[in-house]
C-alpha cells in the first residue's frame, strides 16, 4: 500500500521571487467561495479548481552572472513562488498554470506545506504533487509528464532527463500545470508553497526509451514465481531497479511487475537489469482516492488516469484502457485502513484480486473472506469467478520483495503465458519460493482437475482431494469449501506432507487449500503460508 504522503523539505529562497498571490482564506468546509472571491481559480464549480496562472511570458530572461546550471549563456534561471492555503472540502485536485515561454530547457518544482496541531482523530495535512505539459489536464489525456505523490519535495523535467516519477522530453511553450493533491486536509486549512524555476537554454536530446522483452527463457509450460506489486525510487520505494531486480532473483522469483503510484517513469529504466532468467511487466499500481488497483502487464509506456471517485463513474472506462494494452485489472489491498486505499469500485472488471499483501495482517484475513464469499456468490448465479493472487507490495528495508509471492502454471515465461495464467486462475500464493504446493482434485473415471480448474463429474460422484506440500514443516493444512473449512491436518516436521480427503461436489462446489502458521494474535486464525485458488467440483 502507498505510504501516506508526508511534509516535504521546504524548498531553497528564490532567487528572483515574484510578488505572490494573497493566502487563500480558509473557508468552510466543501466550500470553494472563498477561492473564487480572491479571484485565484476558474470555473469555481467544477470538480477541480484552477488557480490563477504564473506567468513568465511578460520578463524576458535577465543577462547577468546569476545564470544556474544548465542556462544558456547570457541568460539566467527565472523562478516565481506562489503561497495559498488550500480549505477543508477542498476538490481532489487542484492546478497552477505555468505560462512557459520559448527557450526553456529546464522546468524545475520545489514545495511545502505546513502541518496543523490537531486533536487525535483528525486528519492532519498532506498534499500530493505532479505535473501536466501544454497538452493539458484532460482525463486520460497526453499531457502527464509525471506524479511523485507525496515522496518528493522538488523535481525537474527536461528533453535528456527527470526525476524518478516523471518523464523526460522538451520543456515546450505554452500552458503547463503544476498539479497538487490535498491527499487530507486539516480543519483550519493546508497552506502550501510552490516555487517554479524555469532555466534557458539548448533543449538537448530525448534518449528513446529501453523496454523489457516480453519472454524469458522458461522452462516450458510450468509453474513460475512471481511478485505482481513492488516500488523503486520511481514513486514511494527506496529501492533502485537494480535493487529490486537483485531482491527478485535472491528470492527465487521468475518474473516481477513494475508497478509505481501514477507514473510510468519506471517502465524504461529496467536497462540491463532483465535476462533469460528474469522476465519483467510493465504495469502501473492506479492510485485513486477510493482503492488502488494494479494494472499488470500493460503494455510499456501505457498510464492509467487515476483522477476520479466510485461516484464518478470513470473506472470502467479506464479497466478498458487496462485490458486493451494487453494487462490484467488486479485491486491491490483492497481492505487496507489506510486513507483511500479502501477499494469501491467494485470487482465486475477485475480479472484476480490480491487477497495477500506483504506480512500478513487483519487486512489479509478480510480480503480473504470476501473474496471466498464472492466465490460462493459465483457458484450460486453460475457467475465467472475472480481469481486470488498475492504479492509483496515491498517499498524499502526491511520489506521482502517475494513476500508473499505468486506462482503460476504457465505455457512459457512470456508475459501472455503468464497474464493467462493469471486470469485463469491457475496459481496458488506462498510465503517464499521454499514452499511448493501441489493441489488436485481426481473422480470418476481417471478424470483429475487442478488449481483454477473444475472436475467435471456427477453431483453424487466420490471424489478425493489431495495437497502435497514442501516447505511447510509443523504447518497446519485446511480444505474450504463453500460451506466453510470442513478438514484440517498438521503436517510433519519434515518432508513433502500429503493430505486427503473425500467429499462429492453435492457437498463441496469448490475446494481451495490453506497452509497457515500457528495462531499468535487472539482472535485471528494463524498467518498464511500458503493458499490456492479453487478447484471446481461438479459439471
Known amino acids: 500500500m502507498t505510504t501516506p504522503p508526508t511534509s516535504p523539505t521546504p524548498p531553497a529562497s528564490p532567487a528572483d521571487p515574484a510578488p505572490s498571490p494573497a493566502p487563500h482564506a480558509p473557508g468552510t468546509a466543501g466550500s470553494r467561495s472563498a477561492l473564487a472571491r480572491r479571484g485565484l481559480l476558474a470555473g469555481a464549480a467544477a470538480a477541480v479548481v484552477t488557480l490563477a ?69 483528525t486528519q492532519n495535512n498532506a498534499l500530493d504533487i505532479g505535473l501536466f505539459d501544454e497538452r493539458g489536464t484532460a482525463l486520460g489525456g497526453r499531457g502527464f509528464r509525471g506524479w511523485s505523490g507525496g515522496a518528493r519535495s522538488s523535481f525537474f523535467v527536461r528533453a535528456d532527463e527527470a526525476t524518478p516519477g516523471y518523464l ?92 509505481e503510484h501514477n507514473t510510468t517513469s519506471a517502465h524504461g529504466a529496467w536497462g540491463g537489469l532483465w535476462g533469460d532468467d528474469l522476465l519483467i511487466l510493465t504495469g502501473e499500481e492506479v492510485t485513486t482516492r477510493n482503492g488502488h488497483v494494479i494494472a ?160 467435471r463429474v456427477d453431483a453424487d460422484t466420490p471424489v478425493t482431494v489431495r495437497l502435497d506440500v514442501t516447505g511447510a514443516p509443523g504447518r497446519t493444512a485446511h480444505f474450504v469449501t463453500d460451506q466453510g473449512t470442513l478438514y484440517s491436518s498438521v503436517l510433519p516436521d519434515s518432508g513433502t506432507a500429503s493430505v486427503e480427503w473425500t467429499t462429492t461436489p453435492a457437498y463441496a462446489a469448490y475446494v481451495r487449500a490453506e497452509v497457515r502458521h500457528p495462531a499468535t494474535v487472539p482472535g485471528l486464525p494463524g498467518a498464511f503460508a500458503a493458499l490456492t485458488n479453487p478447484v471446481f467440483l461438479g459439471r
Not at 496562472?53 to 520578463?59: G, Q, S
Not at 503547463?176 to 480543519?187: C, D, E, I, Q
Open 53 to 121: 496562472p504564473v506567468d513568465f511570458a511578460a520578463a524576458a530572461p535577465r543577462t547577468d552572472a546569476g545564470a544556474g546550471p544548465g542556462a544558456a549563456r547570457g541568460t539566467a534561471d527565472r523562478t516565481r513562488t506562489v503561497r495559498g492555503i488550500l480549505p477543508p472540502g477542498s476538490p481532489d485536485f487542484v492546478y497552477l498554470p505555468v505560462e512557459v515561454p520559448r527557450g526553456v530547457r529546464e522546468l524545475a518544482v520545489s514545495y511545502t506545506y505546513t502541518k496543523a496541531t490537531v486533536p487525535a482523530g
Open 296 to 455: 499488470l502487464g500493460t503494455d510499456p509506456g501505457t498510464l492509467v488516469d487515476w483522477r476520479y471517485r466510485a461516484r464518478d463513474n470513470r473506472f470502467g472506462h479506464f479497466a478498458k484502457a487496462v485490458h486493451g494494452a494487453g494487462g490484467l485489472v488486479v485491486p491491490a489491498h483492497p481492505h487496507s485502513t489506510c486513507i483511500g486505499c479502501h477499494w469501491k469500485f467494485g470487482f465486475g472488471d477485475a480479472d484476480a484480486v490480491e487477497v495477500w499483501n506483504g506480512p500478513y495482517t487483519a487486512d489479509d484475513e478480510v480480503a480473504l473472506a470476501e473474496w471466498d464469499n464472492a466465490l460462493v456468490a459465483s457458484v450460486r448465479d453460475g457467475r465467472s469467478w475472480v481469481p486470488a493472487m498475492g504479492s509483496s507490495d515491498a517499498h524499502r528495508d526491511p520489506d521482502v520483495v517475494g513476500l508473499p509471492q505468486t506462482v503460476v502454471l504457465a505455457e512459457d515465461l512470456t508475459r501472455r503465458a503468464v497474464t493467462d495464467g493469471i486470469r485463469a486462475g491457475r496459481s496458488y500464493v506462498a510465503e517464499s519460493s521454499a514452499i511448493t504446493v501441489e493441489f488436485a482434485a481426481t473422480g470418476g473415471r481417471g478424470l483429475r482437475a487442478g488449481i483454477g480448474e473444475r472436475l
Open 168 to 259: 523526460a522530453g522538451p520543456v515546450r511553450p505554452g500552458t503547463w500545470h503544476v498539479a497538487l493533491g490535498p491527499y487530507t486536509v486539516a480543519p483550519e486549512g493546508l497552506p502550501y508553497e510552490v516555487t517554479i524555476t524555469l532555466r534557458f537554454g539548448e533543449p538537448g536530446a530525448t534518449p528513446a526509451p529501453v523496454y523489457p522483452p516480453e519472454r524469458a527463457k522458461g522452462r516450458g509450460r510450468a509453474w513460475y514465481r512471481g511478485d505482481c506489486h513492488l516500488h523503486s525510487v520511481h514513486s514511494d520505494g527506496r529501492r533502485t531497479p537494480a535493487q529490486i531486480a537483485a531482491a527478485a532473483r535472491a528470492a527465487g522469483l521468475d518474473f516481477i511487475n513494475s508497478s
